[in-house]
Nanobody, 125 residues
Framework: QLQLVESGGGLVQPGESLRLSCAAS????????IGWFRQVPGKEREGVGC????????TYRDSVKGRFTVIRDSAKNRVYLQMNTLKPEDTGVYYC??????????????????WGQGTQVTVPS
């Protein structure tokens, strides 16, 4: 059974860092892209960053460039989202998602077939 499980969320102060983890089970990540998304109540889910596992290609939304990094660990079948210099507007439920992909990864949700349950990140203002 293919499954994604996020962990590492929490409450942090502005300017602090947090690392989210996405653990995959039931499949290997080699032929997949992993995307990180976030959602707040009343808003659409938005792509934050993604990685193509086979070659490490990454892309990020503009508001997190230079602060967030998506990191692959193929040996552990995990992907991480390193978040630095967090801001209140980064608050939300963060999800990881998997899409079978070979060329690029994308920041819109529709191509992704498998989703984790989400982990809450809160950065108070």
């Amino acid at each position: 059974q293919l499954q994604l499980v996020e962990s590492g969320g929490g409450l942090v102060q502005p300017g602090e860092s947090l690392r989210l983890s996405c653990a995959a089970s039931g499949f290997t990540l080699d032929d997949y892209a992993i995307g990180w998304f976030r959602q707040v109540p009343g808003k659409e889910r938005e792509g934050v960053g993604c990685i193509l596992i086979r070659d490490g290609y990454t892309t990020y939304r503009d508001s997190v460039k230079g602060r967030f990094t998506v990191i692959r660990d193929s040996a552990k079948n995990r992907v991480y989202l390193q978040m630095n210099t967090l801001k209140p507007e980064d608050t939300g439920v963060y999800y990881c998602a998997a899409e079978r992909a070979f060329r690029v990864c994308v920041l819109w949700a529709s191509p992704y077939d498998y989703w984790g349950q989400g982990t809450q990140v809160t950065v108070p203002s």
